[in-house]
């Protein structure tokens, strides 16, 4: 169990495409997870990717059992352990919010995602998961799972007017100033 580094933007290892998981349910694979979810705790983010702490693997977090102070106004995303995800949009129709991520800290830019998805993949039991979300719960998971393929939130940006320090774009919110 340890709060692990989180790599920032311009570090190469952010741009890989991660490798898949072969084998599930392994003491690797479980230090992996306590890993993420203690790092992504004490930073206090929405989700955590495993190359954002070096591991290229495609394994992704997300969600929590309560609001997300970083996200006041975010709905709860369930906690959930993503390995080797597969997203597919369900409609061609996108929409645009704000995005942060703990690699590109004190920093939000407005990023347009598909508004309904399907993702499936398995968890650290190697037992299949699929959901099909829509809004805050999908934006989540596509932030996430870009990480998995070298991308981060600037690179989908469209509209760089709406991009900006959180601390000049939202200065009455203590809470995600930091971030
Ligand atoms: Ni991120």
Same mark, same amino acid.
């Given at each position: 169990m340890a709060v692990r580094e989180i790599l920032k933007m311009g *570090?190469?290892?952010?741009l890989r495409v991660a490798q898949a998981v072969t084998?599930?349910?392994t003491d690797e694979l479980h230090l992996l997870i306590t890993d993420l979810l203690d790092t992504m705790r004490a930073f206090e983010g929405a989700g955590l990717a495993a190359p954002q702490i070096?591991? *290229?693997?495609?394994v992704v977090i997300f969600g929590t059992d309560r609001a997300n102070p970083r996200y006041p106004q975010a709905p709860v995303v369930p906690r959930t352990v993503l390995i080797n995800p597969v997203i597919t949009p369900l409609a061609a129709n996108e929409v645009a919010d704000w995005e942060g991520c703990l690699s590109v800290p004190g920093l939000r830019g407005m990023v347009p995602r598909f508004e309904r998805i399907r993702y499936a993949g398995f968890d650290p039991y190697g037992d299949p998961i699929e959901r099909t979300v829509e809004g805050f719960h999908a934006r989540v998971v596509q932030h996430e799972c870009d990480h998995l393929i070298g991308k981060l939130y600037p690179m989908r940006m469209r509209d760089f007017t709406q991009f900006g320090f959180t601390s000049v774009l939202f200065p009455g919110l203590d809470s995600i100033a930091d971030d």
């Open positions: *570090d190469t290892r952010l084998a599930f349910d070096g591991v *290229d693997l495609q």
